[in-house]
């Protein structure tokens, strides 16, 4: 049983509180926020959070931090300053535990955009500290025109479709982070409860379409994952931001979808009031910057795209009132997922992931100067919860306490296991697979020199494709070994173990593709002769072009001499040249690196002193890990001073692998006398190293 407590207001300066079937009389309100109040709000977060780097004021920062239970506690007198709110509070409080909701009831921008989520009682303690949780949410007064929300029923599984859009042009974020958060969540809580869905592509039609096919499954969840915009004329841009971010700027909320070529789309709440109109879908998610923000007072408040579309039927919207950070996301929607799949409602799940973001505040690791610090963020305030009706359960209690376990697709556990570290970098390729894929791209060559992490990166996008749907099946084919004749044999027997099938030749392998999306992954194929080699590429050609099925082929050399491998001026194939990871990542990548045993014996190097070591090394992978093995017992002078010795020793024909042997030569020196001596017996010795 929901028990409620409605502020409503009728007018800037007007309200009532509600509950248990009393209403106060009409009490009078003024906003405790000055100019100057907002102000520091919108830098807080639009410019402290996402500039941290370049523009860092921490004792402003702290200023407003402190602030915080000031202006909570400003809201708390402004509402519940009179004897007689007082009285409705404290029986609020003291009610049926279970459930409780504070209900902010308006029509005027000013009202709904004060931050009710700062209410802080008397005695200093935040409301979000109730236990049990009190969920705050919002209502636009008037929403739907009269007519009521959309009925929802909870149910034994839920529908939740993932748009994710990174249009060109909009600054990129890693469009992997929130996804792997949101699936990770569910796996853990409640699998087999909740089913994932991608849209692709991320197009406002492709969204439209789905909404309108009656052949797929309902949708009862959609959580847009992009950038969004509150911006002047419904000119939407993408603001200024360093990749962490998801912001821009001022006056009609606006979504960044992707249009047919990859570019951005601007959509704005009107237009999206329309698509969304009437449908029926429980719970809309806009994971996107300013997306439950509200204009000035004299704008109106369904210019909020949040407010528009609760208007329009939706029954609850779970919008970001500011910028926020990627790091905060994936935090707040993998406890707020996790909740809501283990049964709760969802003021109770947003309450709990509210409270997780207050107490966990920090937001990855940021470089000042040559100096690495966590940023600290009291972000927890910024998600707002817009909802026409009462509070959703969404699921039923699971029967017979039982859930149901998702198993892994076929072909997920034969890719090669994830490094200890984790995977780094190498975002942006990702998603260069995926778009092409997309767009129609049949096959795709990852090329480039060895260390690179050709492997790791295509095993991560087969796993990522096939999690997220793109691809029912995935095989993975490596050639490093190889050492037959029959290179086309040994593709069809890895297949047919993968599909669980006796496949007798590669006909039998194309039959079985025709009707089962699957993504074909052939590794090291510079490993096979010319001859070898140009017969399997012949015969992978007709897989790739079997049903939905694709073809991702990784090798050192710069292409395939083939025809229907074409390294240029085709969409039918396309090649992708890796080269050494980008300055953070590769600073990120050393972090995870420095996290394993054994415990460095020196201090962290300065960020200056490893860019130019990662320079010497060109920012390859395989070599920042051994120079990170290296610096864990060895100064960045000495051994910066050493690599450039080695560099300067090597032949001007090797150029493309000289950064690599150097790295390995400076492991050889670190190893004890009687190794050294086995050494040539692997066929290791110096600039003789196998790569």
Known sequence: MIQELTVS?????????????????ELSFAASLTKEDWQDIRWYLEVFATQYAADVDDERADRVVKKLKVWGQGLFVAVFGDRSAARMFNAFQDGKPEGRQILIAASE???LRLPWELLCDSAGTFLLHENPRVGLRRRFAGAGGGRQPIAVKPKETLHLLMVVSRPQGAGFIDPRAEGQAVLLAIERSAPGRIVVEFLRPATLRSLRERLDNKKL????ILHFDGHGVFAANNEAGAGKHDGLTKGGSENMGCLLFEDADGRRDSVDAQVLGDVFNRQKISLVVLSACQSAMVGEDEDDALGCLAAKLTDVGIPAVLAMTYSVLVKTTEQLFGKFYGDLAGGESL?????????DLYFEQKRGKRWRGNAQIDLKLADWFLPAWYQAGADLKLLKPVRNGVAEVATDAPGLQQLPKLQEEGFFGRSRELWFIERAFVQGTRRLTIAGFGGQGKT???AEAGRWLVQTGMFEVVCFVDYASFQGVDAVGYGVSMLGVVLEQSLLDAAAVTRVLQGLRTLVILDNLESLATDTLGELLTVAKGWSEAGESRLLLTTRDGGLSHADYLAA??????LL???GLGKEDALDYFQGLMKLPPQPQWDLPERSALLELFKLVDFHPLSIRLVALQLKERRIADLAKNLELLLAEGSPDQDKQRSLVASLNLSLQRLDPELLVLLPRLGVSGWGFGI
């Open 569 to 574: 001026n085709s969409l039918q194939h396309q």
């Open 456 to 458: 790791y990166l295509v």
């Open 9 to 25: 207001f009728a007018g800037v300066d007007k309200f009532t509180i509600g509950h248990n079937n009393q209403t106060t009389a």
């Open 109 to 111: 921008p000013e009202i």
């Open 347 to 355: 003021g109770v799940a947003l309450a709990s992931a509210r409270q």
């Open 577 to 579: 040249s890796l080269a």
């Open 217 to 220: 499954p309902p949708i009862d």
